[in-house]
């Protein structure tokens, strides 16, 4: 099983502040791009069910001139 990395929470976190995306979990985020957290080469978007999907960002606030900075 995968463990959870601090990391990726806080990035959510910061997206879910800025209206980027409507989630707080970041496993929400992994299960709209992983077809299975628990497989490696879903986690490193190897697999071919994986490899495509997305994030579901939010149409109004997703814009290509935000610059987001979250901690680590």
């Known amino acids: 099983m ?3 990395h601090t990391n990726v929470q806080l990035l959510t976190d910061k997206l879910f ?6 989630f707080k ?3 929400d985020v992994l299960e709209q791009i992983c077809y299975d957290m ?10 071919d069910a994986c490899r495509g ?3 579901d960002f939010k149409e109004s606030t997703a ?3 935000h ?6």
């Open 17 to 22: 502040q800025l209206g980027i995306v409507g």
């Open 63 to 65: 814009k290509d001139d």
């Open 67 to 72: 610059l987001v900075i979250w901690s680590e």
């Open 38 to 47: 628990n497989e490696k080469a879903c986690m490193m978007r190897e697999c």
């Open 53 to 55: 999907r997305e994030i």
């Open 25 to 27: 979990n970041c496993e």
């Open 2 to 4: 995968c463990k959870k």
